[in-house]
């Protein structure tokens, strides 16, 4: 279906299969995906399954330091796309299309994704 991943901090490497469902993601310990770092909000933000276009959206639950979409502070609810990178306090998370069994296959999408987005080196 759709799955989270932290990409940094300590907690790299968790991931929340997102499912066909609303999600809430923040430092609350009732939540799915609870993020260990100041910086964010018990209930940071929401991600909403929409069934009929079969696509996720992302919205800020008021959060005191905002959500950043690919360095972008999101002001409205916003489709995500593969790839996107959800920046919440000082913790990044990556959206992907893909369902994970275990953390190291989580981290090896990571890796792949990461290796396509390596700068080109001019000599």
Same mark, same amino acid.
């Given at each position: ?12 490497g968790?991931?929340?299969p #997102?499912?066909? !469902?609303? $999600?809430?993601i923040?430092?609350?310990e @009732?939540?799915?995906m ?5 910086? %964010?909000?018990r209930?940071? #933000?929401?991600i !909403?399954? $929409? ?5 996720? @959206? ?8 905002? %959500? ?46 990461g290796?396509?987005q390596?700068p080109t080196?001019?000599?």
């Amino acid at each position: 279906m759709a799955s989270i991943i932290v990409i940094s901090g300590e907690q790299k490497g968790e991931f929340l299969p #997102l499912g066909r !469902r609303t $999600n809430v993601i923040g430092r609350a310990e @009732s939540l799915p995906m609870q993020i260990l770092d100041d910086m %964010v909000s018990r209930k940071h #933000l929401r991600i !909403r399954y $929409n069934e009929q276009t079969n696509e996720h @959206s992302v919205e800020d639950m008021n959060s005191k330091h905002g %959500v950043i979409i690919n360095d972008r502070l999101l002001t409205a609810p916003a489709v995500l796309e593969e790839g996107d990178q959800i920046r919440i306090g000082q913790t990044n998370l990556l959206f992907t299309q893909k369902d994970f069994d275990d953390r190291e296959s989580a981290l090896a999408h990571y890796k792949k994704v990461g290796e396509g987005q390596r700068p080109t080196m001019i000599q």
